[in-house]
Nanobody
Framework: QVQLVESGGGLVQAGGSLRLSCAVSGSTASITAMGWYRQAPGKQRELVATITTRSSTNYADSVKGRFTISRDNAKNTVYLQMNSLKPEDTAVYYC???????????????WGQGTQVTVSS
């Protein structure tokens, strides 16, 4: 089993920065990829960024150049560094993990509880 716990959310002004953390525990060796999703009020859930076991990364067009996903294996933690934040980045951000062996579109089977990010103008 895999457990994910997000932290680091809060209130920040437009143009500011915030770093989200995702603490990973359990069967970490079974994870093939991890990613961050976000969901704003009244909007569809959006995949923000992913990182694979080979450290290959992908980003949504809306956050390219501003957000960076990374991991620290020694601390069993995945991060999302968010810079140049905009009001439209306001959402609940969810950490996720994939343990399925199939390749293709990112489709996680483990989820964290989420952390609120609010960007004021």
């Amino acid at each position: 089993q895999v457990q994910l716990v997000e932290s680091g959310g809060g209130l920040v002004q437009a143009g500011g920065s915030l770093r989200l953390s995702c603490a990973v525990s359990g069967s970490t060796a079974s994870i093939t990829a991890m990613g961050w999703y976000r969901q704003a009020p009244g909007k569809q859930r959006e995949l923000v960024a992913t990182i694979t076991t080979r450290s290959s990364t992908n980003y949504a067009d809306s956050v390219k150049g501003r957000f960076t996903i990374s991991r620290d294996n020694a601390k069993n933690t995945v991060y999302l560094q968010m810079n140049s934040l905009k009001p439209e980045d306001t959402a609940v951000y969810y950490c996720s993990a994939k343990t399925l062996l199939f390749s293709g579109t990112y489709y996680p089977n483990y989820w964290g509880q989420g952390t609120q990010v609010t960007v004021s103008s």
